[in-house]
């Protein structure tokens, strides 16, 4: 209970003014007038006074307040860093434990007060789970924060106590005063920091990894490196190496340089070229120097999206056919596509009447120099019927084995000299091809043929546009090469309908994945009638388009063409539970089938294998914790061809870029808030603000009855007379 | 490849060439892929021997000289037929006006165009133009809005297979070619040069009709431009890629004007 006076709440101010002052102005002229006075004259002054101030009672009539009710104590946030940078070890333990502690603190100091204690997960203030779960947020961006901390906590908190390492997001480093009191809420709410550690440890780290541009596949890039060293740590001269993660293979170095770390900065630029459309994975990596104590951040895992600006084709044939010249037309007329195209139009056996070179529009096939120097540069190889052995491309094949191993598209299209019958069986070539090839067979029938659409071909995104246009329908082909049975993994969209592969229908449409590529192996040398025939003309020639459109579109994963979406539902961290999302396309039912095999091994093994069995659209798949590295995920839907994502797990990652904490940035925040900065140690500093009375009872109470006061005065200044009679006042 | 290869195929050609079967190349497989020279009979007319049998050699010819499979058996096709939709090259080729062509035929025609077909139009009397003069008629019926246009010398037929440097038939004919062009495609070619005349051939051997002026070399030539138009049809603007420019254009400079 409070109790507390006041006046008569009847009066106003101005007649409350007014009594005191005509009081006092009595009181005045009555001390002036005692002077006059011959004897008595204390007597005359008291009584004088007291008359005066019971008369002043009677018209102000004084009252006792007492007021019963609770005490609410003031609302505070306590927003503690969720980053997974104080993960960063300090001493024994981390950053985190220190943040915690401090937390657990704050409740004790802050113990009357209402206390919200959140934590500061990227730009969001959620609460702070009970257990504390293990931080998967990179940034603290503590404006964001801040800005919507009030609808958090339910209401205006008196003030708001940051938990910090200080290397936040926002504000930045570089906010001045202003911009850092914008930045941290500029409301007036005073912001209280607790600095949870000051010092750096010895630690040499990628700060940065910049682009100046977008990448494109087939153009240089460059690579902005920002290498740190701080804590006290030498680190001298740096080397840095830039190597691509691939299926299948060991990493590829793209760049390499070395940091000359100065002033405990260094950046070192190093321009790369991606070759391959897509993402893709670059580990960007420094020595680290000895004493380094956090080496988690001595190597980055970074995911890039390289677009192509065109789709670099390169189309050979070993003869010009009508199905060559529907090929080329239809790549012609696709500006995305940059065609580089090399036929064979004359063979050693072919006489052209002429000695004379000059009248030949004839160039040597280079087929040292596109198999070798240029053959990078393209995004897919189309062999279409050439003769590996006439035309010299046998002793390439092992470098186009390699070249669809680390992400090239090849498709072979059928004829007498493709497969078996260019001398490709038993090649280097045969390992990245989806079908076998014999050596003993005969390399081609001429029999006529429909293809049948197998079960796969039916779910296949590649072959929709066809089966759209004819349904389940195929012009007749005539003759078709010797394909053997798919290899492992390989999907076979149409087979034969009369010749055999073993025991299966022999495949006649066949597609796979090799290492980071895909091949196709198409064993028909007159796709053209998709156009040209009664049942392509019918449909306009539309047919033949959507054919290659899938083909090309698969080669180059479109996601157009591919079963699946798949995405990560959240960054993949190192340790932590990581989840795959996958959205089938409709039409496409089945079991969920995910396998993950690690990038940058030559003989990759699964490390996860899932099968999901729901209809769902959208099918979350838990992969569990993985290890820190390049993942390729493979998907695949019921009988659909797969579909692949590449994503990389890092431990420290962009979170521990820095591992320096910035303790005077929480002082200047606290300084330009009217806030206080403390250490965990100092918490007990931290100012309480006033707790709040909710009254629940209020009594009113007279001093005296009003006729008392007017009695007493009444009484009083008789006494007066009487006393100035007798001092001889008149 | 060896010398005797060479000599066994040529003489297998000869053979075959004079049995009148198919191509050697693809023997079935890639048959279905291989140039025909398919007659397009409109009004149920179609050359007349001799100048029939110069579809023969013009597959023969191009097999001989080039790596491109062809179908030595020239084919008979009508306009209004299915069939002419199932190949992209027809050879249209007579003499003197003829009659309005029918609905079906029009509408055949269109169809083989649209799919990206692409027609030759021979006139075998270029002195009377007659036929030249018919089929153009026809065509702006077909084709309204591309009217023929002349190729420039540039332009890839003068340079799909041999470096040439105007057409030449039976006639020497004018010095120009007149194409219809959709796209960046000539889809019909208007000769007034009496090609099928020059490559026509009797069984004995000999060379059916005489060449005028005249001489081997004109004959050559002639030869040589039914390979470019086969090489055109089965590569499109395979030499206007870039890659070819430099050597082509060395060679021209070469030759001189």
């Known amino acids: ?730 | 490849m060896s010398a005797g290869l060479l000599i066994r195929r040529r003489h297998a050609l000869g053979l075959f060439a004079a049995l009148g079967l198919g191509s050697q190349r693809a023997s079935g497989f890639g048959q279905a892929g291989a140039f025909s020279v398919r007659l397009l009979a409109t009004g149920g007319k179609l050359p007349a021997p001799p100048r029939s049998s110069g579809a023969e050699r013009w597959a023969y010819e191009l097999v001989r000289r080039t790596s491109a499979p062809a179908r030595l058996a020239p084919e008979r096709v009508s306009a209004d037929a299915p069939k002419l939709l199932e190949e992209p090259f027809a050879l249209w080729a007579g003499s003197g006006d003829m009659p309005p062509l029918s609905r079906p035929e029009l509408r055949g025609l269109e169809q083989f165009l649209k799919l990206g077909g692409l027609l030759v139009v021979d006139d075998l009397d270029p002195a009377g133009g007659g036929f030249g003069k018919a089929a153009r008629r026809e065509l702006a019926r077909v084709l309204p809005a591309s009217p023929p246009v002349r190729l420039d010398a540039s332009h890839v037929l003068f340079k799909s297979y041999y470096i040439i440097d105007r057409p030449v038939g039976r006639v020497l004919g004018p010095s120009h070619l007149d194409a219809i062009v959709r796209g960046k495609s000539a889809q019909v070619l208007f000769l007034s040069h009496d090609l099928l005349g020059a490559l026509a051939r009797a069984r004995g051997g000999v060379w059916s009709l005489e060449v005028e002026p005249g001489g081997a070399r004109q004959r050559e030539l002639a030869i040589r431009l039914a390979v470019n138009i086969a090489m055109y049809v089965l590569c499109s603007d395979y030499k206007d890629d870039q890659v070819h420019a430099p050597f082509l254009m060395r060679r021209r400079a070469r030759r001189g004007p």
């Open chain 1, 1 to 730: 209970m409070t109790r507390a006076w006041a006046l008569s709440d009847d009066l106003s101010r101005a007649v409350t003014v007014g009594a005191l002052v005509l009081a006092a102005v009595s009181i005045l002229l009555l001390a002036l007038e005692t002077n006059r006075a011959e004897r008595q004259r204390w007597l005359v002054l008291s009584s004088g006074v007291l008359g005066v101030l019971l008369v002043l009672g009677a018209v102000l009539r004084p009252v006792r307040v007492d007021v019963r009710g609770t005490e609410l104590g003031p609302l505070l946030v306590v927003l503690v860093d969720g980053s997974r940078r104080l993960l960063l070890p300090q001493g024994e333990a981390t950053r985190r434990a220190a943040a915690l502690d401090a937390s657990d603190q704050l409740r004790s100091h802050f113990g009357t007060a209402r206390l919200v204690v959140l934590e500061l997960v990227d730009g969001v203030a959620r609460p702070l789970a009970e257990p504390p779960q293990v931080p998967r947020a990179v940034e603290s961006d503590l404006s964001s924060a801040l800005a919507r901390v009030a609808s958090t906590a339910g209401g205006r908190p008196e003030a708001v106590v940051v938990v910090s390492d200080g290397r936040l997001t926002r504000p930045s480093e570089s906010a001045d005063d202003g911009a850092l009191e914008r930045g941290a809420g500029g409301a007036g709410l005073p912001i209280h920091t607790v600095r949870v550690t000051e010092g750096s440890p010895p630690d040499a780290s990628i700060r940065r990894v910049r682009t100046a541009s977008a990448a494109v596949a087939h153009q240089p890039l460059a690579l902005t490196v920002e290498i740190g060293c701080s804590g006290g740590l030498r680190c001298g001269r740096i080397p840095v190496a830039v190597r691509e993660l691939r299926h299948g293979s060991a990493p590829a170095l793209l760049a390499s340089g070395v940091a000359d770390v100065q002033s405990d900065l260094a950046t070192v630029e190093l321009g790369i070229t991606l070759e391959r459309a897509g993402d893709r994975i670059l580990e960007i990596a420094i020595d680290s120097p000895p004493g380094d104590a956090v080496p988690e951040n001595d190597r980055r895992l970074l995911p890039f999206r390289v677009t192509r600006e065109r789709l670099r084709l390169l189309h050979v044939a070993g003869r010009p056919t009508y199905d060559v010249r529907a090929l080329r037309t239809w790549l012609k007329s696709d500006e995305s596509v940059d065609l580089i195209a090399f036929f064979i139009l004359r063979s050693n056996t072919d006489d052209p009447n002429t000695d004379d070179e000059s009248e030949l529009a004839l160039i040597p096939f280079p087929v040292d120099e596109l198999f070798t120097e240029h053959l990078p540069s393209f995004d897919a190889v189309v062999l279409q019927d050439i003769d590996a052995n006439e035309y010299k491309l046998a002793r390439h094949l092992p470098a186009l084995a390699s070249y669809v191993e680390t992400g090239g598209g090849l498709i072979m299209v059928g004829g007498p000299s493709a497969f078996a019958g260019g001398g490709y069986a038993g090649s280097a070539l045969g390992r990245v091809l989806p079908v076998e090839l014999s050596e003993t067979e005969r390399p081609f029938d001429t029999l006529e043929l429909v293809p049948r659409v197998t079960e796969v071909g039916r779910a296949a995104p590649v072959l929709r546009g066809v089966r759209d246009v004819f349904a389940d329908d195929l012009p007749v082909f005539v003759g078709s090469s010797t394909l053997g049975r798919s290899r492992a993994g390989s999907l076979v969209l149409w087979e034969h309908p009369h010749r055999r592969a073993g025991e299966l229908p022999m495949p006649v449409l066949a597609l796979g994945e090799a290492g980071d590529g895909r091949s196709i192996a198409l064993g028909l040398d007159a796709t053209y009638r998709l156009a040209w025939s009664e049942l392509g003309a019918a449909a306009g020639g539309r047919a033949y388009g959507a054919l290659w459109d899938g083909l090309l579109g698969w080669l180059m994963r479109d996601p157009r063409y591919e079963s699946a979406r798949v995405e990560l539902t959240a960054p993949c961290v190192a340790g932590l539970a990581t989840e795959l999302s996958v959205t089938r396309l409709p039409g496409t039912p089945g079991v969920v089938q995910v396998e993950i095999e690690r990038l940058g091994e030559v003989e990759p093994k699964p490390v996860v294998t899932r099968e999901q069995h729901s209809s769902a659209t959208v099918v979350t798949v838990d992969l569990g914790p993985l290890e820190e590295g390049g993942y390729a995920a493979r998907v695949r839907i019921g009988s659909t061809p797969p579909t692949r994502l590449d994503f990389a797990c890092e431990k420290g990652g962009e979170a521990w870029a820095d591992s320096r904490p910035d303790p005077a940035r929480l002082e200047r925040i606290s300084r330009v808030t009217g806030g206080r900065s403390v250490t965990a140690a100092e918490i007990r500093r931290l100012p309480l603000p006033t707790a709040t009375l909710v009254a629940t009872e209020r009594q009113v109470t007279a001093v005296l009855p009003p006729w008392l006061w007017a009695l007493g005065g009444s009484i009083a200044i008789g006494a007066h007379w009487y006393a100035r009679r007798r001092a001889g006042l008149g």
